[in-house]
Nanobody
């Protein structure tokens, strides 16, 4: 059973930093594109950053502040978030396109809460 587990969320003051991790486990043959998404209360889930074959894309709202990366040997993706703002408050989810021994499909993590507040 393939699973994605996020960690690293928490409460941080405006201007602070957090590093999120997303670890994939199970019988995994390959991981293609990966990405971070977030959903604030009362809002739709939105893409924050994606990474695919070393190419990265960011939402305009986080460009220059967030950095996405991955460690293929560990099947883990990261999101370094700097200069956090209150509007970054949301539940952050990771998603990955994973090929296991039976099929290929998108998997989601359970989410991790990020709260930016003084």
């Amino acid at each position: 059973q393939v699973r994605l587990v996020e960690s690293g969320g928490g409460l941080v003051q405006p201007g602070g930093s957090l590093r999120l991790s997303c670890a994939a486990s199970g019988i995994i043959f390959s991981i293609d594109r990966m990405g971070w998404y977030r959903q604030a209360p009362g809002k739709q889930r939105e893409s924050v950053a994606t990474i695919n074959n070393g190419n990265t894309n960011y939402a305009d709202s986080v460009k220059g502040r967030f950095t996405i990366s991955r460690d293929n040997a560990k099947n883990t993706m990261y999101l370094q978030m700097n200069r956090l703002k209150p509007e970054d408050t949301a539940v952050y989810y990771c998603k990955a396109l994973i090929r296991d021994y039976q099929t290929t499909g998108d998997y989601w993590g359970q989410g991790t809460q990020v709260t930016v507040s003084s």
